[in-house]
C-alpha cells in the first residue's frame, strides 16, 4: 500500500485529489495538510510516506520556498509540485531542486493518474506540452553528443522526453525492461548528465525525432 500526501490550502481540492486517488488507487492512503508547517510535522512522524503533492501556494510558503523547506528536512522524501501555475522557469528550477516531478491542476484524471503512477514507482514525471521546445524557436540542429547515441538509445530518451516509464518504454520497443534500464545508464555517460531529469530537460533542447528521421526516417 502507498501512502501519499496533499500539501494545499483549498479544502475541495483536496477533496477532489482524494477522490481521483481513491478511484483509481485504492490500495493507497491519503493524508493531507493545509499549510507547510503541518506538512512537515506529517512528514516528520509518517516514514512511510512515498510521495508529498505539494502546492507552491501555501499560505506559510512562498513560490518554491515550501520545496526548499521539505527538500532540507526531509532529503529521502519524494515531492511532486501539484500547482496551476505552468511557467517552464517555474517547472525547471522546481526539478533543479530535487522535485521528482511537476503536475499541472489543469491535468485531466486519467493522465493525472498515470502520472501518479509513474512517481509511485520511483520515475520522475514532466509534462511534455510544457517541455516542448517553445514554438516558433526553430529546428536547431542535434547537438554533438546527441549524435553519440545509438537509434535505440535516441529512441528510449525520445519517450523518456514524453514522460514515459521504464515499463512503458520496453512495451513500445518490444525490449525487457532491463534493456531499458542499460540504455537509460549509457544515455547518462553519453549526455555527461547525472540524472535522467537532467537527459530529459537536455533533450527538450534538441529535435531527436529530426534526428532519428535524419538517419532511418521519421520515429515511430
Known sequence: ???????????????????VIEAGLPDSRLL?????????RQAETCTELDLVLLDLGLPDASGLEGLR??????????????????????????????????????TPRRDLLTALAQLLE??????????????????PSPRPRFTELTDKQL????????GASNKV????????????KTHVSA???KLGVP???????????????ALLAERHGPSR
Not at 529512441?155 to 514524453?162: A, G
Open 1 to 19: 500500500m502507498h501512502t501519499l500526501m496533499v500539501a494545499d490550502d483549498h479544502p475541495l481540492f483536496r477533496e477532489a485529489i482524494a477522490a
Open 32 to 40: 493531507e495538510a493545509e499549510s507547510l508547517d503541518a506538512t512537515l
Open 69 to 106: 523547506a521539505l527538500r532540507a528536512a526531509h532529503p529521502w522524501l519524494p515531492v511532486a509540485i501539484l500547482s496551476a501555475d505552468q511557467e517552464r522557469r517555474t517547472i525547471l528550477d522546481a526539478l533543479d531542486l530535487g522535485a521528482v516531478g511537476y503536475i499541472p491542476k489543469s
Open 122 to 139: 520511483g520515475q520522475v514525471y514532466l509534462p511534455p506540452d510544457i517541455m516542448r521546445r517553445p514554438a516558433g524557436a526553430g529546428t
Open 155 to 162: 529512441e528510449v530518451l525520445l519517450r523518456l522526453s514524453r
Open 169 to 180: 518504454i520496453a512495451r513500445e520497443l518490444d525490449i525487457a525492461e532491463t534493456t531499458v
Open 187 to 189: 544515455i547518462l555517460r
Open 195 to 209: 540524472g535522467r531529469v537532467q537527459a530529459i530537460l537536455a533533450a527538450g533542447e534538441a529535435d531527436l525525432e
